[in-house]
């Protein structure tokens, strides 16, 4: 079965970084968007960033300039480089892959448009 395994979180002064990582197996995700969204407790799982097949990205605006997402096909693995972390940055970052091949159309960035999870791993960051 598909399997997206996060890693790489922490906790993190203010001003920091991290790198997440998302390996997957069970299916070849380099034809596919890969995104990564994240969750504070009472809130909605909000976008964060995307990377098509073609390797185009996408951020959102709050994130843009700090974080980096980037992906090693050979290792179908995605990553989230995220440098000048803020109070504001903690929460649980969760892996997502689109399920659709080759799609010409802007990745996804609604949670109910991913097909795949990870686990989601923990973020935090003091000031």
């Known amino acids: 079965q598909v399997q997206l395994v996060e890693s790489g979180g922490g906790l993190v002064q203010a001003g920091g970084s991290l790198r997440l990582s998302c390996a997957a197996s069970?299916?070849?995700?380099?034809?596919?968007?890969m995104g990564w969204l994240r969750q504070v407790p009472g809130k909605e799982r909000e976008f964060v960033a995307a990377?098509?097949?073609?390797?185009?990205?996408y951020y959102e605006d709050s994130v843009k300039g700090r974080f980096t997402i980037s992906r090693d096909n050979a290792k179908n693995t995605v990553y989230l480089q995220m440098d000048s972390l803020k109070p504001e940055d903690a929460a649980v970052y969760y892996c997502?892959?689109?399920?659709?091949?080759?799609?010409?159309?802007?990745?996804?960035?609604?949670?109910?448009?991913?097909?795949?999870w990870g686990q989601g791993t923990q973020v935090t960051v003091s000031s």
């Open positions: 990377i098509r097949w073609s390797g185009e990205t």
């Open positions: 069970g299916r070849t995700f380099s034809r596919s968007a």
């Open positions: 997502a892959g689109d399920g659709t091949y080759y799609s010409d159309s802007p990745p996804p960035k609604g949670p109910l448009e991913y097909d795949y």
